[in-house]
């Protein structure tokens, strides 16, 4: 195809972002806008071109497209994907794929099953340094790693309460999470106790101001992860890995090596490594659609599902006072 034509679910800040580099490649026509809320439609098909829905099933069944970029809070998505699944679309989904797990493993079956490309917005995943990582790591023994998202506090209202956002661990650890299991595997058992030591005392919130997880992988190897969402003007994310004499570090954009053996770090040539996270995840969906190249994609939806997954069972650890909560969940 000359061009993906695409429908947008969602008109909020996430969505803008990424109509913002989309808008960069001529091989891409934004055709419709969808949101619950007319107005901010109508101002994104005003901005970027194209027609407003307040309905998204209205939009995907009344627009001719090929796919559609789906960005909402973790609450709303519902049965989304599963409607564009069965209506042939294929579907670049923002994280958190879902905030319940059986809704999000009905979407996985119907793409599968539909055989659509949908490619999820993991951003550690599409950088060159964070293949860098895992290909430096690869056949080393890793014994332990820690990672760290401290964040302001977002004004969004659904943000706050844990019944629509999940916390913080879920909205945006989920980075570090999935970075986590792209190097190191499959994460075997998690635990978890949140603090409201802070945020407990104001209106409105009812998610925790502190986050502490750790996760034992298959591998044997365990992970810490420590999360805090009142930081402003101190934010901090990223991973650490520690094997015998070696610690890799990685922000989210560069690494860095300590280690009394020089190691070269690996190169690794692709064009699809843009200037920036998003504009590559972006870039990389394109290019799937077009091609059908399925090894375009650096996360997949159903790998993504099993990300939300982990940060679902830290919760269910934490509200259950710490208790180990073993993976799968039933």
Known sequence: MDKVRMGF?????????????????ADVAMIAHSDVVMPAAKAAAQAYGGRAYDD?????????????LIALPPHLHGTIEADCAERGLHMLVEKPVNLYLEPARRAAAAI????????????????????QVRELLRGKPIATAHAVRW???????????????GGQLVEQGTHEVDFLR???GEVKTVQARYG????????????????TVTLEFESGALATLHLFCLMEGLQRGGVEFWGRSLCVKFDGTDLAIESPEPLAV?????PLFLDNARASVDRRFVEAVKTGDRALLSSDFADAVKSAEVCLAANRSAERGGEPVNLPLA
Do not use: C
């Open 196 to 211: 409201y030591t802070l945020l407990g005392k104001e209106p409105e919130t009812t998610i925790p101001d502190t986050q």
């Open 112 to 131: 599968g099953k539909a055989g659509v490309i949908a490619s999820v917005g993991y951003n550690y995943r599409h950088v060159k340094a964070g293949h």
């Open 266 to 270: 690996p190169e690794l040539e692709s």
């Open 9 to 25: 679910i969602g008109s909020g800040n996430i969505s803008r972002s990424h109509k913002e580099q989309l808008k960069r490649f």
């Open 182 to 184: 792209f190097v190191l």
């Open 151 to 165: 964040f302001k506090l977002p004004p969004k209202a659904w943000w706050k309460r844990y019944d629509q956002g």
């Open 56 to 68: 998204y099933l209205k939009m995907i069944e009344t627009e001719k497209l090929d796919a559609v």
